[in-house]
């Protein structure tokens, strides 16, 4: 079985998110969608909130494919839940040049700790290509509409003044 982990912080999951997912998911048998629970950036929801808002995400946009796609907090390496569930590929989302050095370094260094796990990277679609969870929170902070940008479970929690609209930084992405 060809399983992938798709690692993130997730905060929130955006409609780029679950472009890449959805691409994902028809081009492996089960994906792991992985979010991590002590993000070096410090002003994330907690990753329960996480996890639980990208599952409501997925039943709302995936249809018949969501029975193949799992969602996990973790905590370490991304390589060791890799090894823990036998997973080879990584998938990563790219939305421009921008993002490309950090990625490579990224998965480089994945590749160094765990030769068996490949990254495999999914272009962001071009409707998504500007998009961030970072844009979005200070968006929602600031009243602007989300709506276009995130699925409806994000939007529930956004506008229902979660910790993020309310006083917490945004994350850096
Ligand atoms: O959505 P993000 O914040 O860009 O995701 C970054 C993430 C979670 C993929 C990355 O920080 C990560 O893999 N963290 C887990 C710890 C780890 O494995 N670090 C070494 C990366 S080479």
């Avoid at 691409?23 to 792991?32: G, I, K, L, S």
């Avoid at 979010?35 to 249809?63: C, F």
């Avoid at 370490?76 to 993002?99: K, M, Y």
């Avoid at 160094?112 to 969870?133: C, G, N, R």
Wanted: proline share 5%.
């Amino acid at each position: 079985m060809r399983i992938a982990v798709y690692p993130g912080s997730f905060d929130p999951i955006t409609n780029g998110h679950v472009d890449v997912l959805r691409r994902a998911v028809a081009a492996f048998d089960r994906v792991v969608v992985a979010v991590l629970v002590n993000p070096r950036k410090a002003t994330v929801d907690p990753a329960d909130e996480r996890v639980e808002t990208i599952r409501a995400s997925i039943a709302e946009t995936l249809g018949e494919d969501r029975d193949r796609i799992e969602v996990v907090a973790f905590d370490g390496l991304t390589v060791d839940l890799c090894r823990r569930i036998g997973a080879r590929w990584l998938i990563r989302g790219l939305r421009a040049v921008a993002d490309f050095e950090a990625e490579l370094q990224m998965a480089h260094m994945n590749r160094k700790m765990a030769p068996e796990v490949d990254t495999v990277f999914f272009m962001t679609a071009l409707e998504h290509a500007y998009l961030s969870s970072s844009l979005v929170r200070e968006i929602a902070r600031f009243g602007g509409d989300v709506a276009p940008l995130v699925p409806t479970a994000v939007l529930a929690r956004l506008t229902a003044g979660g910790p993020g609209v309310t006083g917490r930084r945004p994350a850096e992405d």
